[in-house]
């Protein structure tokens, strides 16, 4: 396309290209009632939401991807203890997926029809889809946001703004509040706030485990105990991330996991460590979470102390920037990938842990782009809003109830593993050091009301951005909101009330509540649980 195109007709075009990649190396500009950053599963509620609402939509997606983690290997649905509260858009692509399973509902699908799915649905609605447009600066003038400009040079004009991105990238551009990591108790009365208390549990180490290699050095993402905070102090770290890994057990369908390039099987000393304390008990469940999926195939999660998670390389992710993001991603992933190698092949490891690994390999029709291996790095949380509302851990215990409702809640507040810390204890007549994870909690909570006020940034900071991922909430409350169906909960809201707001006149802020959730109700959105 040359640079000399008129930047009306271009404005043209862009509105009928439909769900396509645009590959615009000159400045244009391309104008939309509603602008949804990030190609989410949230995004992609909150696109199809206010395009039925007969709003013109652009979804802006900064990778090649629409689904996020649920194209991204995360097929086994965080929906335990919440599926009675799933309604509107969310439910429907449960709906949608269970039309291709046979089901009347699916809770279990593969990555590549999911993404199928959202591809379909966004097409059907309207919705017009921009790849690789990472973004770089906003335009804006007093509290409004007029247009996000990405890499490639083209600006993206709207009336209304939404922010579905995992890292909050938008909102921080347009100068809103917010806060990364562990916040401390005291901030918000919240006693499962801050640094947690070292417990036993499901992902705590089964045996006392050193912490250093041969050379006596400690091993990769290991935190000295002098560097943690106390009990109950924020210390802004956020939970660890991994790539939910799909693979297969079927011949037919199954390549061989290589050995993924640069690998050191030194990286893995903590794995042989606790191998050798575990003796005979060692279970390859003690390292891997396999939970099955349609076709003989697999989303693997962290299942263990030690697994899949690199807790602390997270840490600097949220404020990294985007070379050093893909820097922390690619660690990430040859993480995952060596540890399913050394797994399978490495001469430490039970003959018969390694038997039962090596018939996994991975999925040919998955994953095509991306050497079969996941595109999305999964984001447990990044930044969270400080808006409106601020959702805490009392929302979800004791003020349940909201009378600004545009959804609800209902997954246990679920941290993850923060840090593997290098522990001293004393064992008479010893002094040792051993690993104890810190961080895992699974708190369980009854349904709760999410607050239309915790998707709205202060009205003095920006007036027509709405942020359906990264909501207004703590640490605490954020670990239960962070589940795909409630990112397209949230979206599916977002969306309804970006197209009142344009219909109104208003800023988002001012919104009838009332109508918002009429629209939403009439929609099958579930508001309240009787």
Request: proline share 5%.
């Amino acid at each position: 396309m040359k640079a000399e195109n008129h930047a009306g007709r271009m404005r043209s075009v862009l509105r009928w290209i439909g769900l396509a990649s645009c590959l615009v190396t000159c400045s244009v500009a391309a104008s939309f009632d509603v602008v949804v950053y990030g190609g989410t599963a949230g995004g992609a509620a909150a696109a199809i939401a206010a395009a039925r609402e007969g709003r013109s939509v652009a979804l802006v997606e900064p990778g090649r991807h629409i689904g996020g983690m649920i194209s991204g290997g995360l097929g086994r649905t965080d929906m335990d203890r919440q599926q009675n509260v799933i309604g509107g858009i969310s439910r429907e692509f449960f709906e949608r997926v269970g039309k291709v399973y046979g089901e009347p509902v699916s809770w279990l699908f593969e990555p590549h029809v999911a993404e199928q799915i959202l591809t379909e649905w966004l097409k059907e609605a309207h919705v017009h889809v921009f790849f690789d447009q990472q973004l770089t600066s906003i335009i804006k003038s007093g509290t409004r946001i007029v247009g996000l400009n990405t890499e490639n040079g083209t600006t993206f004009d709207g009336n209304v703004f939404i922010d579905c991105t995992y890292e909050g990238d938008l909102m921080k551009q347009a100068g809103v509040s917010y806060s990364i990591g562990r916040e401390a108790r005291a901030q918000y009365a919240e006693s499962l706030a801050g640094r947690q208390e070292i417990l036993p549990g499901p992902h705590q180490l089964r045996a006392a485990v050193s912490p250093y290699g041969p050379d006596h050095q400690l091993l990769p993402f290991i935190t000295r105990q002098e560097d943690v905070v106390p009990t109950g102090q924020g210390d802004g770290h956020v939970q660890s991330y991994c790539f939910r890994i799909c693979v297969t057990d079927d011949p037919s369908n199954r390549l061989p996991i290589p050995q993924p390039a640069g690998y050191d099987p030194k990286r893995y000393g903590l794995v042989l460590n606790y191998l050798a304390a575990l003796g005979d008990s060692a279970r390859l469940s003690d390292f891997l979470g396999i939970s099955r999926l349609p076709h003989n195939k697999t989303d693997i999660n962290s299942g263990g102390a030690v697994s899949t998670n690199a807790p602390s390389l997270s840490w600097s992710y949220p404020e990294a920037g985007y070379e050093d993001r893909r820097r922390i991603r690619n660690e990430h992933l040859t993480w995952a990938q060596g540890l399913l190698y050394f797994l399978a092949h490495d001469p430490g490891v039970p003959e018969r842990i390694r038997h039962e690994m090596l018939p996994w390999g991975l999925a040919k029709d998955e994953f095509l782009d991306t050497g079969h291996w996941p595109h999305q790095l999964y984001v447990r949380d990044a930044r969270r809003m400080l808006g409106e509302y601020v959702l805490t851990q009392h929302d979800l215990q004791e003020r349940r109830r909201k009378y600004d409702s545009i959804g609800m809640g209902g997954y246990n507040i679920d941290i993850r593993e923060v840090q593997w810390i290098a522990h001293t204890v004393y064992r008479f007549p010893k002094i040792e050091d051993e690993v104890l994870m810190e961080g895992y909690l699974s708190m369980p909570v009854e349904p709760y009301e999410i607050p239309y006020r915790a998707l709205l940034p202060r009205q003095d900071e920006s007036s027509n951005l709405l942020v359906a991922a990264c909501i207004s909430s703590s640490a605490v409350a954020y670990a239960s909101f962070r589940m795909e169906p409630q990112y397209m909960i949230a979206g599916h809201a977002a969306g309804v009330a970006a197209s009142l707001a344009i219909e109104k006149k208003v800023p988002v802020h001012l919104i009838e509540i009332p109508e918002l959730q009429r629209r939403l109700q009439a929609q099958k959105q579930i508001l309240h649980l009787e």
